[in-house]
């Protein structure tokens, strides 16, 4: 597994981890109660959309490995 694979998957992580904690902390950059959840939510979508991305060039490049032997 390369570098970046591993970075894709722990970013997706980190963006899927600040989502969830702008949701439930306590209102830290003065949003109102929509910004925040709304913020929140967009982050864990993007997170997960990383996520997808990151697993989707994993596979594509494990196929191309096995393809080469």
């Known amino acids: 597994m390369s ?3 591993i970075l894709g998957f722990v970013m997706s992580v980190l963006y899927m ?3 969830i904690y702008f ?3 306590e209102n830290v950059f ?3 109660s929509f910004q ?3 913020f929140g ?3 864990i979508s993007y997170g997960f959309v990383r ?3 990151a697993l989707k060039k994993k596979r594509e490049s494990e196929l191309n490995n096995d393809d080469e032997d």
Request: hydrophobic share 60%.
């Open 3 to 5: 570098f970046l694979s």
């Open 17 to 19: 981890g600040l989502g």
């Open 23 to 25: 949701i439930v902390a």
């Open 30 to 32: 003065n949003f109102s």
């Open 36 to 38: 925040q959840i709304g």
């Open 41 to 43: 939510v967009i982050l």
């Open 51 to 53: 996520f997808y991305v």
